[in-house]
């Protein structure tokens, strides 16, 4: 796919800059690769996430905690103004 749209780009580029009969240049099998290596981009591993980093994205968790911060809010007598 990639080889493609660079292909479709030279050959435009091609046309419109020779007006001879030649057969537009095309990248290489391994191009993209080559080009990848030389570029800045690289690609980096993920890490995986910490247990409780994952447990605190959890829906039910994150529920719970706000079930729990409603008792306290209620039990201690919190009022909006107190924030």
């Known amino acids: ?3 493609n749209a660079a292909n479709s780009i030279l050959a435009q580029n091609h046309t419109t800059l020779h007006n001879n ?3 537009p240049p095309q990248v290489g099998i391994h191009w ?3 080009y990848l290596d030389k570029s800045l981009y690289k690609r ?3 890490k995986p996430m910490e247990t409780a980093r994952k447990k605190a994205q959890e ?3 994150i529920k719970g ?3 729990d911060f409603l008792v306290y ?3 201690y007598g919190i009022v909006p103004a107190d924030f």
Request: aromatic share 20%.
């Open 65 to 67: 905690w706000f079930n």
């Open 44 to 46: 980096t591993k993920a």
């Open 73 to 75: 809010y209620q039990e």
């Open 32 to 34: 993209l690769q080559r």
């Open 59 to 61: 829906p039910a968790y």
């Open 1 to 3: 796919m990639v080889r």
């Open 21 to 23: 009969d030649e057969l």
